[in-house]
C-alpha cells in the first residue's frame, strides 16, 4: 500500500527507531542493535494528550510516521534528526480503507 504523494511529501526529517528489546531486573531497558530509519514530519507545538494510562499529559510535539507497516511502542525509544531522544507519550496508528496510513506519536 503506497502513501499519497502529497502526504510523503510533507515529511522533511528521519527519526531513528530502535525498539526495546528486554529490561533488566534492575529495570533498565536494552534496545535493539538494529535501529531503523523512519521518515516523519514533526509538528512542533504544545497540545493536551491521553497517555497509556489515560491520565492528561502536555506534548511538545507531534511526529507523523510516514509508514503503512511501521509499528513503534511506548517504551521504543527515538531520536530525533537533532539527537534528542524524547519520551514516548502517545502512538495512534491511523488507517484508512485499505490498512495502516500512518502513525502518531506525541512526544515531550
Known amino acids: 500500500m503506497g502513501l499519497e504523494r502529497e502526504f510523503v ?8 527507531l530502535e525498539p526495546l528489546s528486554t529490561v533488566s531486573s534492575y529495570g533498565a531497558p536494552s534496545y535493539s542493535t538494529s535501529a531503523q530509519t523512519l521518515t516523519a514530519y514533526i509538528e512542533p507545538g504544545a497540545r493536551l494528550v491521553k497517555n497509556a494510562q489515560g491520565m492528561e499529559e502536555v506534548a511538545t510535539a507531534m511526529i507523523y510516521v510516514m509508514s503503512s507497516s511501521a509499528s513503534i511502542g511506548l517504551q521504543d525509544r527515538i531520536t530525533l534528526f537533532d539527537g534528542r531522544k524524547p519520551k514516548l507519550l502517545a502512538v495512534d496508528v491511523l488507517n484508512d480503507e485499505r490498512g495502516q496510513h500512518h502513525l502518531e506519536v506525541s512526544i515531550s
Open 9 to 16: 511529501l510533507t515529511s522533511t526529517q528521519s527519526i531513528t
